[in-house]
């Protein structure tokens, strides 16, 4: 057996709303059973509008969700990437070497 059955059922609020709105517009001479048939008419269009209203707000919520698993692997991705540090060279390694060569040439050179 089904554990849902397809005929989706109408709330007692959709039936109160389109038996009004069917009362409303009701014509003078009109039967009870015309505007049953109305009221059934209306019932109809309500259920359709909220069938495409769902639609619509789950198509929304997909984008939504979409587009925020883009920026999150767009952040992600942004983190990920190695990240070029760049340090101030220093100038006193390549002077004290350049001190030491001139004194080994100067010790060299009063040596002989």
Known sequence: MAKY??????SEEVKSEALNIARGIQKPGQTKEQTKL???GIQKGIQQYKKQQKTKARE?????????DSVAVQRATAEAAPQIIQTKQSYL??????????CFGAYGFLLK
């Open 5 to 10: 059955s397809k005929k989706e059922k109408i």
């Open 38 to 40: 109305v009221a059934q």
């Open 60 to 68: 929304l919520d997909k984008r939504i969700r979409k587009a925020s």
């Open 93 to 102: 390694p390549w002077v004290l070497l350049m001190l030491s060569w001139v």
